[in-house]
């Protein structure tokens, strides 16, 4: 049997691995046609070596476009119950991957747990969890602190983890100087940035990065390039803050990719419906080409509770021009941490932003689905609508609420439905009204 370190190492020496070949039969591709996409870092398929219950699934803009679902618990919202819960009705629904944020108590067992038990992509962001696992403040970590736990979450099965490289020294002056409004609203952004201010140390993650790519090589960790300087508000969208980090995150990448690393780059963020596809082609054009990871992007400052909506809007529209993995948003979001309903709903927006973005962009197969729905709408058929319908217990839910008189109507058009009137006049039959 061959031997290969990563999934972009095995690609580049021609070594076919069932990953490879699972990903290729959900794309309706060959083989070969996905193997130079992988083997140059233009599709990511994040798979640790030790998270073996793991569905592969491949990301890049020429794929299906993926969803992540952030979860895990804080110190105000602790059951781990809750979120397993939270992490089941995610996979049910579709979600090809699951971050655990947690942000409190014992995150060992729960991740284990999670790269043991769930088949999607598993994410983290080590920078969150070593606060926590040395329980010590954050000035007092040293820079092999944070590195020991990036290599504690790879040895427990994590298939890509974001680690915020691209900010440096530098980007303490930067922030100073052009005053933004929302300043850093990357969490792992803003631990990174407040550690390199109270210690005078350079970002750990950038100063060490050849050893984190080690790491990262060993157990096939995909990098997802955290983008620290993202836009948390729609008036920092393309500011030179947000732009020079992409700069650095594209010279990351190729360091990556130079040790057979697989990468993902983070972007926006919030950010004007108008700016997203530029942002799109720059950072394919400046990260050659590697995946593209979206918060939203969110296209409004205005909706808290219906942030699922602005990001699903965002989604679209980055997905259709290149993003390759868009991260839900829930109604939750900018309030509270997000309760079960609160995760549906966050993935059914982002599932029809992904999937409206898959037939913009012409995947192959993408739009059979829909055409199965007109055709069952067609024939009035209500069965063939549930089979084909995101979310056929809620649309089911609604129809029977408000149930018909007749059943080849609903109770909003009754018999002055159009598709009726059509199905029976091309029939030669009396249309019936009243």
Known sequence: MEQYATQMDAAKRGIVTEQIKIVAAKEKMSVEELMPLVASGKVAICANKHHKCLDPEGVGSMLRTKINVNLGISRDCKDYDIEMKKVNAAVEMGAEAIMDLSSHGDTIPFRRKLTSECKAMIGTVPVYDSVIHYKRDLATLTAKDFIDVVRLHAEDGVDFVTLHCGITRHTIEQIKKHKRKMNIVSRGGSLVFAWMSMTGNENPFYEYYDEILDICREHDVTISLGDACRPGCLADASDVCQIEELVRLGELTKRAWAKDVQVMVEGPGHMPMDQIAANMKIQQTICMGAPFYVLGPL??????????????????????????????VTPAEHLALPNVDDVKQGIIASKIAAHAADIAKGV???????????????KLDWEAQWECALDSETAKAIRDSRAPEHDDTCSMCGKFCAVRSMNKALAGEQVDIL
């Open 299 to 328: 296209v409004t400052d205005i909706a808290p509770g219906y942030d699922h909506i602005t990001s699903a809007i965002g989604g679209a529209i980055a997905a259709q021009n290149g993003a390759a993995f868009l991260c839900y």
């Open 364 to 378: 192959k197969g993408a739009i059979d689905i829909d055409n199965k729905m007109a055709d069952a709408r067609r």
